[in-house]
């Protein structure tokens, strides 16, 4: 893996936003969802599950929960942290050097990890909404029964979900609203994703047509030759590199 190339880019720009994927994440062991040793398929064994993607469905959601909380106790128990790469983008996020970093995680690795201007596409487990009356919740008050795999409820009786997006749910309004409005950046860093999960992905895709872009990723992706610098590699080595060639540890 060649990173001078990344490394210049890098530091020639203090307006960078960031657009991450499941790839930041692997590391902290938080299996890829749709990999070959993926999520989706390991969970429609063990739970059960007439697919992998039924986890997140929000139709299957409320007809059984069981499911879902148990996958979430059980992603509890890996106790995940904070990659180098996360660190690394609070790191030049503190130093004025990226504007904002967008994901489509929900492991909450980004705000472990020190990033404060943050948008989840796909939502939060910080806060969560009554099925049954909207009634809203703080995490505080489900986070011991998701812990223990078990299905949280409302004081009315309803199941509380948190504001995770599921398949059959809209984005978050703020989706939308960077949507129509795009922060002003001198690149677009894109960092383990293969860019195949809309509409998520295509704010990414929108804002590479406005930037100088740079990806880099695990995996060829469909989007490549959009891309105006191309690297091939694992995460790890790539924050390892830069935490070298920027002079700090992280
Ligand atoms: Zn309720």
Do not use: T
């Given at each position: 893996m060649d990173l001078n190339r990344a490394t210049e880019i890098i530091k020639n720009s203090d307006r960078i936003t960031v657009f991450t994927g499941a790839g930041i994440s692997t590391a902290s062991g938080i299996p890829d969802f749709r990999g070959e040793n993926g999520l989706y398929r390991t969970v429609q064994k063990t739970y059960n599950l007439p697919s992998g993607e039924t986890l997140f469905d929000?139709?299957?959601?409320?007809?059984?929960p069981r499911p879902f909380y148990r996958f979430t106790g059980d992603m509890y128990g890996l106790d995940p942290q904070p990659t180098r790469c996360h660190r690394l983008l609070a790191r030049w996020e503190e130093e004025g050097r990226i504007n904002l970093v967008i994901t489509q995680n929900i492991d909450g690795l980004h705000q472990k990890g020190g990033t404060k201007h943050l948008l989840e596409c796909h939502g939060t487990y910080d806060r969560g909404h009554c099925r049954a009356c909207g009634c809203e919740y703080g995490l505080?008050?489900?986070e011991a029964t998701m812990i223990r795999g078990e299905v949280p409820h409302?004081?009315?009786?309803?199941?509380?979900?948190?504001?995770v997006v599921f398949f059959g749910e809209n984005l978050p309004d703020e989706f939308y609203r960077l949507w129509e409005n795009p922060p002003e950046s001198?690149?677009?860093?894109?960092l383990g994703t293969s860019l195949n999960?809309?509409?998520?992905?295509?704010?990414?895709?929108k804002l590479i047509n406005r930037a100088p872009s740079l990806i880099v990723n695990r995996d060829a992706t469909d989007f490549d030759r959009f891309i105006d610098t191309?690297?091939?590699g694992e995460l790890e080595e790539f924050a390892r590199t830069m935490e070298e060639s920027f002079r700090f540890t992280l």
């Open positions: 929000i139709d299957y959601f409320d007809w059984d505080d008050e489900y409302c004081s009315c009786g309803g199941v509380i979900k948190p504001d001198d690149l677009i860093l894109i999960v809309h509409p998520a992905s295509d704010l990414a895709l191309v690297i091939h």
